[in-house]
């Protein structure tokens, strides 16, 4: 499994985690793969982080589309 693929699997277990104590063990888990592999976890976290902002201007477009399409 890359580093990418583990972030991407943590980070959707935090997501989706119950308890604040199964988020502090995600944390943990996150922090030794970043202490693991500091170079592809940025990677990994950036790649997330633009992934995400083209999610919400993709959002934002279909919003103003609809608001356009009820007037």
């Given amino acids: 499994m890359t580093t ?5 699997e943590l980070k959707m ?3 989706n985690a119950k308890s604040d104590i199964e ?3 995600l944390h943990i888990e996150l922090e030794k793969l970043a ?3 500091p170079e592809d976890f940025e990677k990994a976290v950036i790649e997330s982080a633009r992934k ?3 999610d ?3 959002l934002k477009i279909k919003k ?3 608001q356009v399409s009820v007037v």
């Fill in 4 to 8: 990418r693929e583990k972030f991407d």
């Fill in 52 to 54: 995400t902002l083209s």
């Fill in 35 to 37: 202490d693991e592999y």
């Fill in 64 to 66: 103003q589309i609809y």
């Fill in 13 to 15: 277990r935090d997501i």
């Fill in 56 to 58: 919400i201007k993709e």
């Fill in 23 to 25: 988020r502090e063990k």
